[in-house]
């Protein structure tokens, strides 16, 4: 039976949605079709003991089974709110935060594209849902639990983030070095089957994939690497899966098994996924929602079936997502005119100063501005 939910746009508004599983539709059954039902719940996981940023302390440690809410929201987000912290782990002062306002609800079954310009903080949005960046407790929950605090959320696998190339920080090399190294995908991707109960589905994804277990890591392309790591990021069966951009070195063949498997992964096991991508084609039929994010506000968050010129084929989401970003760069520009005028006219204008002169850990250029490190403004001339 259909459940109201509420979804609640930054401007205020509430409209009230069906959040029934979307019906499987048979004439956008190609490549990017549509999803079904929910399905039985994972096992649980522990929850561990973390500070809280609002009160500095540590919060119960707890090394039962943390349970898992299957009956409400898969994620839900309430008044979300969130500035990059500078090195002294606080905000820089009067930073205006990057991601304000967010609230939105999604559900067992649901997947979300989430939309959105170079910048907009999509990266950022995914990363706070995935409990890679603090926030506090009640803004994030995943499955019932803090994103962040829980951590058995993330260990368990149950919230899958996967995005990014697959690169690490090498010390007196350099940062984003491709991982790799003269061993077989196998390799690989077998230590990640370990972790994963169905035995099948290794089978599955290195099928839907194309993956040859025997492709030596140092010399493979960047679609291939990227399939093994993605073979690797869903072996574990995800209840909450964060894909960010990870599609785009794979063929169009690749891309549309990947797009295929991640329905069944929501039709058969009541997966709920956002997927943030700047490639839509094919996509028009394949999100339940879709999400846009821009200056720092989630725009708009609606089903698909509020698109009705997505659905019959009128408009591309290309050209869709086009007119949205035209509008924003026009708003944006003139948010920046307007600051300008106003900005003061003598004296220059006023900038904060980068404490860290920008010095990163492990980079042989690293270094820190000595006695300008307690300026918190330069004014430039
Ligand atoms: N570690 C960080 N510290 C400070 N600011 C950051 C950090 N990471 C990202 N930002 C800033 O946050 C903003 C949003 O970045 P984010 O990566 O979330 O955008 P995005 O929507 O994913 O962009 P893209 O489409 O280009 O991937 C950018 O202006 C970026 O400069």
Redesign the pocket.
């Known amino acids: 039976m259909p459940v109201p939910v509420s979804v609640t746009n930054p401007g205020g508004s509430v409209s009230h949605a069906s959040h029934a599983v979307a019906p499987v539709d048979s004439s956008s059954a190609g490549l990017f079709a549509n999803l079904g039902s929910a399905a039985p719940p994972p096992p649980p996981s522990a929850v561990v003991a973390i500070s809280s940023p609002e009160t500095n302390t540590q919060q119960h440690v707890a090394s039962a089974p943390a349970p898992m809410n299957e009956a409400g929201p898969l994620i839900k987000v309430t008044d979300l709110a969130y500035t990059?912290p500078d090195i002294s782990g606080q905000p820089p002062p009067g930073a205006k935060p990057?991601i304000k306002g967010m609230n939105f609800e999604l559900h067992a079954g649901e997947r979300a594209l989430l939309i959105?310009?170079?910048?907009?903080?999509?990266?950022?949005?995914l990363k706070i849902l995935g409990g890679k960046l603090m926030v506090p407790q009640h803004m994030v929950q995943v499955l019932g639990r803090p994103a962040f605090h829980d951590t058995g959320l993330t260990t368990s696998g149950l919230l899958n983030y996967v995005g990014g190339n697959w690169q690490r920080e090498v010390a007196f090399a350099g940062f984003d070095c491709a991982l790799g190294g003269d061993f077989p995908a196998s390799r690989m991707i077998d230590n990640a089957a370990r972790e994963c109960a169905d035995p099948s589905r290794k089978q599955r994804l290195m099928e839907a994939l194309d993956v040859n277990p025997d492709w030596r890591m140092h010399q493979v392309s960047d679609g291939q690497r990227r399939r093994v790591q993605l073979v690797v990021g869903l072996l574990r069966e995800f209840k909450v899966l964060l894909l960010?951009?990870i599609t785009v070195d794979l063929d169009v063949l690749g891309r549309a098994s990947l797009m295929r498997f991640l329905t069944e992964e929501c039709r058969n096991r009541g997966a709920c996924i956002i997927y943030?991508t700047?490639i839509f084609d094919g996509l028009e039929r394949w999100p339940s929602h879709i999400m846009y994010?821009a200056r720092g506000e989630l725009q708009s968050f609606n089903r698909l079936k509020d698109y009705p010129h997505l659905i019959d084929g009128s408009q591309t989401l290309v050209r869709m997502v086009d007119g949205w970003l035209r509008e924003n760069r026009r708003i944006e520009k003139e948010i920046k005119a307007k600051e300008l005028k106003e900005a003061p006219k003598e004296g220059g204008k006023e900038e904060y100063y980068l404490r860290n002169n920008g010095w990163a850990g492990g980079r042989l250029a690293a270094s820190i501005a000595g006695d300008k490190m307690d300026d918190k403004k330069l004014t430039l001339v």
């Open positions: 990059y990057l959105g310009a170079n910048g907009a903080g999509k990266t950022t949005l960010d951009e943030a700047h994010v």
